[in-house]
């Protein structure tokens, strides 16, 4: 499983970015999809998952700001970013389990305050 990552960039804080990953290869099915990040000297952390019916779990730190989604159909997932703020900054990775884990390349979302 390939999981191709598009999006991100920077930003003021206030503003939105969207990011959106696609899973292609040997999929036989995909459950949890979803997004980590990483921040400079801190530890990857979980952003937010969805699972195959929609349902969805966020870290604090993005409730109510952020919306994870998914098109199960093109086996892709996205992420909503509104209200940004300095410390959303990170790299953003997308995740799915299908089987076993499966991590995407990674994309940097940078917002200045």
């Known amino acids: 499983v390939q999981l191709q990552a598009s999006g991100g960039g920077s930003v003021q804080a206030g503003g939105s970015l969207s990011l959106s990953c696609a899973a292609s290869g040997s999929i036989f099915s995909i459950g949890v999809m979803g997004w980590y990040r990483q921040a400079p000297g801190k530890q990857r952390e979980l952003v937010g998952l969805?699972?195959?019916?929609?349902?969805?779990t966020y870290a604090d730190s993005v409730k109510g700001r952020f919306t994870i989604s998914r098109d199960n159909a093109k086996n892709t997932v996205f992420l909503q970013m509104n209200s940004l703020k300095s410390e959303d900054t990170a790299v953003y990775y997308c995740?799915?389990?299908?089987?076993?884990?499966?991590w995407g390349q990674g994309t940097q979302v940078t917002v200045s305050s």
């Open positions: 995740y799915c389990y299908s089987g076993n884990r499966y």
């Open positions: 969805i699972n195959s019916v929609g349902t969805t």
